[in-house]
């Protein structure tokens, strides 16, 4: 971990620059994560918002890959380490600027897992930012833990699901961890909500149908919208370019836009 | 933990009547873990093998759901706690046959999460087994890492990726922690691999094409096969029925029989 000094500074010094922090999170892997993370920032920073990207995923870090910028490396400042800069001028701090391929795995149990997380609030130069968006591994442990400790008072939480049953119960674990750990819930978005065909026109629910409506119902929070599949997002993700910048027309960046200005709305800032 | 006594057996004594564990894992979330270790296990008890499942996803324990026994509970037997029995016989442990609710969150660090897999695998009356398949959660943490202490030599790995990018970065990761911790690799399952549209027999490759044998092939470990996506699998998960039960005669189900058959032989079993 070169390049990290143990001079750490409050949390309060630290971000205090930030004006929204936002946690991405879901308690279930492989519901996109990252892909709304990534699209919620660069709609923001496209509307001339200053944003930053917190990739809180230690054993799987996929925002540098997703934005085009892995294999970047971070550096020691002054105070303390810069964080790259990505598309669009987010900043964006990962581990897997700090490991030696991207093939390496963090091999790592809980508390050096949390010291990392502390490093990545405290002692990153984030400088003034309007939103900080925090992309969360999946589960209620160590990293979740961490963040919501160091951030002391998260701006809010927006839960992301698909629409399978199996998906919602675990979805509505991270509804219960949001609420014991004092973090207000944004709303839940629900992503890979049915493939429309490009020849019929038809659409099929692969992974089936209305299971953020459902939990945002059943749980009481408010549902931010729907996202639905498109094969063009995970080419632009392997691509490494924001999905909004690439396809700009498509019901995928409508649902995102509406759903990042919602979350902007709620916390105060006038957003359209 | 009602039920989780302190006199915990070696772990030698423990799992000697188990003759193969095969870890299913990933490094990423949400690519079909839980559903291709509940129909692994399925197609092998469906042969007659004694099967038995350990989820070691402590915050997003998803098998009890996809065999429909969520609910039940797990009790003290006279040397250790008996397993819930399943489907085809199956026997299975889950963190869930201990939750008052399913919504309840697993709000725990690193070492409480280790001491919960000790005692799933050392306090556990499993008794013989021909296959024990542990359900691993992402990430290369606390849990994959106590599994594999605990288990000594685990038989090998499968390890589960989808066609995309992104997610080859991350199981990549989870190749490399196998080998550091020396799991023997029995191979890499490509999951979600292509929707084919009823309607028009035409593949939709939506989360791209190829990533399993491209892995595979990289990495140098064998490839088992492509399960390609379908509408009734998320059906089935969430009627709590295995797939290959419900839907004998489909394109999934003949894969992941292929792939079982390959896992058993592999491990020495005259399986066909």
């Known amino acids: 971990m070169s390049g990290f000094g143990f001079e750490v500074r409050s949390p309060e010094e630290a971000i205090e620059g930030i004006k929204h922090t936002v946690l991405v999170m879901s308690g279930k892997g492989g519901v996109g994560k990252t892909f709304i993370t990534v699209n919620l920032a660069s709609v923001l920073a496209l509307k001339g918002y ?5 990739d809180a995923d230690i054993h799987g870090p996929s925002i540098p890959k997703m934005l085009g910028i892995s294999g970047s490396r971070m550096y020691q400042g002054e105070i303390g380490i810069t964080p790259v800069v990505g598309p669009l001028g987010m900043r964006v701090v990962s581990i897997d600027f700090l490991l030696p391929t991207s093939d390496t795995p963090v ?5 050096l897992k949390s010291r990392m997380i502390k490093e990545f609030i405290n002692n990153i130069e984030w400088g003034e930012l309007d939103f900080l968006f925090v992309d969360l591994p999946p589960g209620t442990g160590d990293e979740p833990l961490s963040v919501v400790q160091e951030l002391r008072k998260p701006s809010g939480a927006v839960i992301v699901t698909i629409p399978t ?3 919602q119960i675990v979805v509505r674990k991270a509804v219960v961890f949001a609420r014991q750990v004092k973090v207000p819930i944004l709303g839940i978005v629900e992503n890979m909500s049915g493939f429309t065909c490009p020849d019929t026109g038809k659409t099929y629910m692969i992974f089936g149908a209305g299971g953020g409506e459902a939990i945002a119902k059943a749980m009481n929070v408010p549902f931010l919208g729907s996202i639905p599949l498109d094969p063009r997002i995970a080419e632009a993700s392997d691509k490494g370019v924001p999905f909004v910048v690439m396809w700009p027309d498509t019901p995928a960046t409508k649902a995102i836009t509406n759903i990042a200005l919602k ?6 800032e006038n957003a359209d």
Do not use: D, N, T
């Open 50 to 54: 200053s944003v930053g990207i917190m």
């Open 107 to 111: 091999i790592w149990r809980g508390p």
């Open 165 to 167: 049953e199996v998906s």
């Open 263 to 268: 979350i902007a709305k709620k916390l105060g």
